[in-house]
């Protein structure tokens, strides 16, 4: 399904694509509800008593004892702007718990896919994170670094950053991938909506990882996330705290 909602997206994909304004004021395009349309519609067809949580659509069946987490392009802005960045998201939740986790990337070909007890992979081979346990060896990310520098958690950003080996905005679901297949060792996101998370804990956790939000919470649904290889989660979780 996420192989298929990509090809949607790709469709519309390579300039600047047209959007419009979503009540919250982030950018929706025709390939966003499209790819998300889709997605529904298989799993309606398939799974008809199950619920539906997406970006563009809301919920259906709510309380349903398995729920899928969408978001049909997560990094919106990046695909309007032709940047390869962006990840169509799908989670499954069974009586509340993370059970599966899919993140496709369509202009990459990658995709890197969970299920709870059964490992992660990146284009089917199985993937780790990395065993770096020094922050000064880590690469650490963040999606926008003006948003986190204007947050509370602004001074222990800088601290990471100084200390850490560099750090870049690999950001949005991309450097949650990129700490699944240890390419890097965390990534910080301090406003994380459910369907941005959707996929991040089974995949991160199945790499080995942790993922939780920044109170240290493991949970989809907290408002922000932290992914990491684990060694360094807690040394995140402390520098973003504060004294």
């Known amino acids: 399904m996420a192989l298929a909602a990509g090809e949607v997206t790709l469709e519309h994909f390579g300039g600047v694509v047209h959007h419009d304004a979503k009540g919250d004021g982030s950018p929706v395009t025709i390939a966003d509800r499209a790819a998300e349309e889709l997605l529904r519609g298989r799993i309606a067809e398939r799974y008809p008593d199950d619920s539906i949580l997406g970006e563009e659509y809301g919920e259906s069946n709510e309380g349903a004892r398995v729920r899928w987490i969408l978001d049909p392009i997560d990094a919106t802005r990046s695909f309007m702007r032709g940047v390869p960045l962006y990840g169509v998201l799908i989670g499954v939740e069974i009586e509340g718990d993370s059970a599966v986790g899919?993140?496709?990337?369509?202009?990459?070909?990658?995709?890197?896919?969970?299920?709870?007890?059964?490992?992660?992979?990146?284009?089917?081979?199985?993937?780790?994170?990395?065993?770096?346990?020094?922050?000064?060896?880590?690469?650490?990310?963040?999606?926008?670094v003006e948003r986190i520098l204007s947050r509370p958690e602004?001074?222990?950003?800088?601290?990471?950053?100084?200390?850490?080996?560099?750090?870049?905005?690999?950001?949005?679901?991309?450097?949650?991938?990129?700490?699944?297949?240890?390419?890097?060792?965390?990534?910080?996101?301090?406003?994380?909506?459910?369907?941005?998370?959707?996929?991040?804990?089974?995949?991160?956790?199945?790499?080995?990882?942790?993922?939780?939000?920044?109170?240290?919470?493991?949970?989809?649904?907290?408002?922000?996330?932290?992914?990491?290889?684990?060694?360094?989660?807690?040394?995140?979780?402390?520098?973003?705290?504060?004294?």
């Open 102 to 144: 899919v993140a496709h990337f369509p202009p990459l070909r990658e995709t890197v896919a969970a299920g709870r007890g059964l490992g992660c992979t990146l284009n089917g081979r199985p993937c780790r994170v990395s065993s770096t346990s020094r922050l000064e060896d880590a690469v650490i990310c963040t999606t926008d």
């Open 154 to 243: 602004g001074a222990g950003w800088r601290e990471l950053q100084q200390k850490s080996a560099f750090s870049r905005t690999w950001g949005d679901c991309y450097g949650h991938a990129l700490v699944a297949t240890g390419r890097i060792e965390a990534q910080v996101d301090p406003v994380m909506a459910p369907w941005d998370a959707g996929p991040f804990l089974t995949i991160v956790t199945e790499a080995g990882g942790r993922f939780t939000t920044l109170d240290g919470d493991e949970t989809l649904h907290g408002g922000s996330g932290i992914s990491s290889n684990g060694l360094l989660h807690d040394v995140v979780l402390g520098a973003l705290a504060g004294p």
